[in-house]
């Protein structure tokens, strides 16, 4: 079936680097993308969205791509700090659902 | 929690069990949804609510069923809990902007 997945489960960053979170998705009717926080012991928390005619879209110290030809979906963190640990989970949308990837583990080195 | 409870925040009950998880709203939402999150799934749909009285399934809906009586509330009940539904359980509204908002989840032991 159509699925959402992150090509990897953790990712080490150094604190001050720039993180790049990546994230495949199959299911190419799919007309909205979100990116979602995920702190230990809480609710995930929204990050940012990007709409399937968008390519790019920026927030605070992060970016959404998405490269609609490969089906994939990134999500790049400026300057990483210590509060930026966390797991993080791409998810795509159509007709009032989400489906999320297994997530990615991002640990920050001090 | 953008307006959104859950209660119980725990819950350990045995097999065989009925179990009902509640998820409160106050920001007048017509979507709600509940999802279970396991180690290695991510976050699966269990069931959601576009409306009062109005219901579907998702992913993964068997051995649940769920309630909305009022806009406010959405109910998940574990008709007779078994081992395999030890979870964590978030509930989430849609906002105008199509942005889902979670809950801050209930973690539920079926022994």
């Known amino acids: 079936g159509e699925s959402v997945g992150l090509h990897l489960p953790t990712l080490s960053v150094q604190e001050g680097d720039n993180s790049i979170i990546n994230c495949a998705y199959s299911?190419?009717?799919?007309?909205?993308f979100i990116w979602y926080k995920q702190e230990s012991g809480k609710g995930p928390q929204f990050i940012i969205d990007i709409r399937s005619n968008m390519d790019k879209r920026q927030g605070q110290r992060v970016t959404v791509l998405l490269n609609k030809t490969v089906k994939h979906l990134s999500l790049q963190i400026a300057a990483t700090q210590p509060g930026d640990s966390a797991v993080y989970f791409c998810?795509?949308?159509?007709?009032?659902?989400?489906?999320f990837g297994a997530g990615t583990t991002v640990t920050v080195r001090a | 929690d953008a307006g959104i409870t859950q209660s119980p925040r725990h819950k350990v009950t045995e097999t065989g069990t009925p179990v009902t998880l509640r998820c409160h709203q106050t920001e007048n939402h017509r979507y709600m949804y509940w999802y279970r999150q396991d180690p290695g799934h991510g976050l699966r749909l269990i069931h959601y609510?576009?409306?009062?009285?109005?219901?579907d399934k998702g992913e993964v809906s068997d051995g649940y069923s769920v309630s909305r009586s009022k806009t406010e509330d959405f109910l998940l009940t574990l008709e007779s809990a078994t081992s395999s539904q030890t979870s964590v359980y978030f509930c989430?509204?849609?906002?105008?902007?199509?942005?889902?908002?979670f809950g801050s989840g209930t973690q539920l032991s079926v022994l």
């Open positions: 989430a509204i849609r906002d105008s902007k199509e942005k889902l908002f």
């Open positions: 609510s576009y409306g009062v009285k109005d219901t």
């Open positions: 998810a795509e949308g159509n007709d009032y659902k989400l489906s």
């Open positions: 299911n190419s009717a799919s007309d909205y």
